[in-house]
């Protein structure tokens, strides 16, 4: 594990803390700027007495090559420049404050980094462009309702031994190209884009606590929302932890090599906490970085011994201009936000103006819901009730999630998908994208009471995701005295009605092939038999994988299902009432946001049970059956409609 073993942090009264006594610095400067002539280093220690940068030829061990003091500039900030070239050298800084010395220490702001963190390294950011980086383009997108999101983390999809992937467990490993399984069939990116996802989100791939780099060979696991060194990449998942310009090469050849086949790039970012209180925030500006209860303790709302405290002027600065860094040196298409109910409203709009005059494409969500407690007052928390509050930021909708397949803390619990018809109402609310819509019965619906999105694109609709059971297993679990085949239905319907419902659609990797972590819902440090994407199960269960493609060429062929404005969806979706409370029924009418189809209907049966109902007047071509995707039509039908057992339906007519 890393870990600072040096000064313990003293005990400093940090109830007195209040943010008019430290000084605000408004440049973006901050950080070590190298360039062949000179380095400039700048670090903002507002309570420091005295600051010492230490030179070192490698990122562990060894005597300093140098020991230079510093000197204090204006607002709080330590500078100092260094002459000729140091390129590749690495760093610390110590402070003394209130008598006290800190342990050395990287800035907050470090760009590279030494094996486990521990030291900065003076890095030319250049060198580290890969071949053909600065005709690195994004892939086209018109609206955020486009976007089909596939989350992973970087290890699983490629460490499995059949992955066919050379560079098991690295950034390049996502980078490869025409990888197969034991059968012959696509596995890695090749995969990514048969499948036709838009945007791939990676959990925290920054440099993060909890694996030892030095010990690879240990094939430590975990998820990475410990973090350490939030601007520079993961060393674990480079080919060499030891030089940081590695890890910053690899990952951009990751993202470029996702661009080049048509893939967004989403980066986890967890502002919200570090791991535990010993970092560099503590260590430059002690306290000030985090919130504190009324005792001077740490406040926890993050379940994670700590919280940051993004409403203060230089923790707001770091969070936006850390952003700004992934965008422009990496190419960053998005970022998802950890526990972002723990930043307040005013940096979470911030963040998003400023982001979005870089690139108005980039898409920002998160987690609308906080850990634990926290001293932040709720109503300036980026929670999910707030979500109309923000600028273009979506939140997720467990609304939608525990409507179709059952609450998330009772494993026993059953969703629409497996015949509880009092969920029915929510899942209503999350096909309208959890947006204003006069034929929902708020009062009914099981988390939310009032729509929450102002707009579609503010909903993230799912059913699984890294944290917590995989689909198939949560079904399993709450469905025990079910087949695999009705299972099967089960899985189907549910991601049927993720992928045909309004908002932004998320798939948690592996899901198309029916993945399975053995019923271990919080897999955040166990091994890779528990958490890697067993690619044999593409051939197990290929009519699955077909059936999810089909799905998804079906959402991207039909723009009904991405309706850009609640106003549009208010004008084109209507509920059918029907008195059967496990079949659910809308249309999209008039060419919706101009689809081909003039008239769609969708048919939900959540009970397993064949239905029979009668059609609205006219000659309807059925595209989806439960089964086939068939967009030319698998046939046509009037008058009646027979509905299978546990499935989703799709008719259109002209």
């Known amino acids: 594990m890393k870990s600072f073993l040096l000064l313990m942090l003293p005990a400093f009264c940090f109830a007195q803390i209040h943010t008019n006594d430290y000084p605000v610095y408004h440049h973006p400067d901050l950080g070590v700027h190298y360039n062949i002539h000179k380095t400039v280093f700048k670090i903002w220690a507002p309570k420091a007495s005295t600051v010492i940068l230490r030179l070192y030829k490698n990122g562990e061990g060894g005597e300093p090559l140098r020991t230079i003091h510093m000197s204090i500039a204006q607002d709080g900030v330590w500078h100092t420049d260094v002459t000729g070239d140091i390129k590749n050298q690495y760093y610390t800084f110590q402070i003394q404050q209130d008598h006290h010395w800190m342990p050395e220490t990287p ?50 999809l490629s460490i499995s031994n059949n992955s066919g992937i050379k560079h098991k467990g690295k950034f390049l490993g996502i ?58 990449p993961e060393g674990s998942y480079s080919t060499d932890p030891y030089n940081g310009a590695v890890r910053i090469k690899e990952f ?72 700004v860094y992934w965008a422009k040196e990496y190419h960053i298409d998005g970022f998802r936000f950890d526990l972002m109910g723990l930043h307040d409203q005013e940096t979470m709009n911030q963040i998003s103006d400023t982001l979005h005059k870089i690139d108005p494409t980039i898409f920002l969500y998160g987690e609308g819901w906080t850990g634990g407690s926290s001293p932040l007052p709720e109503e300036q928390r980026a929670i999910k009730k707030y979500t109309y509050k923000l600028h273009k930021i979506a939140a997720f909708s467990d609304d939608m999630r525990d409507a179709l397949r059952g609450a998330h803390d009772v494993d026993s619990g059953k969703g629409f998908v497996s015949g509880n018809p009092w969920l029915k109402e929510s899942v209503k609310f999350g096909i309208v994208a959890a947006t204003p819509h006069p034929q929902i019965n708020y009062s009914h619906v099981h988390y939310s009471h009032e729509p929450w999105a102002a707009e579609p694109y503010q909903t993230i609709n799912y059913v699984s995701c890294h944290d917590d059971n995989t689909l198939v297993d949560k079904l399993r679990k709450s469905n025990w005295e079910a087949t695999e085949e009705d299972l099967i239905k089960m899985d189907k319907l549910s991601q049927s009605i993720v992928l045909t419902s309004q908002g932004v659609v998320f798939l948690h990797s592996g899901a198309e092939l029916l993945r399975t972590k053995q019923g271990i819902a919080n897999s955040y440090n166990l091994p ?91 000659k309807w071509t059925v595209a989806v059956d439960g089964v086939n995707v068939k967009e030319e039509g698998i046939l046509q039908v009037e008058t009646v409609l027979k509905v299978p057992a546990i499935s989703a339906m799709v008719l259109y007519k002209n």
């Open 107 to 156: 800035d907050i702001y470090a760009f590279a980094v030494g094996v486990n963190g521990h030291r900065g390294m003076v890095v030319d950011l250049q060198e580290t462009n890969p071949s053909g980086w600065h005709n690195d383009t994004r892939p086209p997108q018109v609206n955020f309702t486009d976007i089909i999101i596939y989350e992973s983390h970087v290890r699983d």
């Open 175 to 232: 980078a490869e190209l025409n990888t197969k399984n034991n059968n012959g069939q696509s596995t890695g990116l090749s995969h990514l884009k048969e499948l036709g996802i838009t945007h791939l989100h990676l959990l925290p791939s920054f440099d993060y606590n909890t694996i030892d780099e030095s010990k690879l060979l240990m094939n430590n696991y975990n998820w990475g929302y410990d973090p350490l060194n939030f601007n520079a």
């Open 252 to 323: 951009k050849q990751m993202v470029q090599a996702l661009h080049a086949n048509g893939i967004r790039v989403i980066m986890d970012v967890v502002y919200n906490h570090t791991s535990g209180i010993k970092t560099p925030f503590n260590y430059t500006a002690p306290g000030y970085y985090y919130r504190h209860n009324a005792d001077g303790s740490y406040s926890d709302g993050s379940g994670c011994s700590n919280e940051t405290a993004s409403e203060r002027p230089m923790m707001r600065k770091f969070i936006i201009e850390s952003l």
């Open 528 to 618: 890779d038999s528990i958490n890697e994407i067993d690619w044999s199960r593409k051939t197990k269960y290929k009519s699955v994988f077909d059936y999810y493609q089909s799905m998804i060429a079906l959402r991207k062929n039909h723009p009904a299902f991405r309706m850009p404005t609640t106003k549009m969806i208010q004008e084109h979706l209507h509920f059918t009432d029907y008195a059967d409370p496990s079949l659910l029924l809308y249309t999209i009418s008039n060419h919706a946001n101009g689809d081909s189809w003039k008239d769609i209907l969708v048919v939900l049966n959540g009970e397993n049970k064949d239905k029979e109902l009668p059609l609205p007047t006219g």
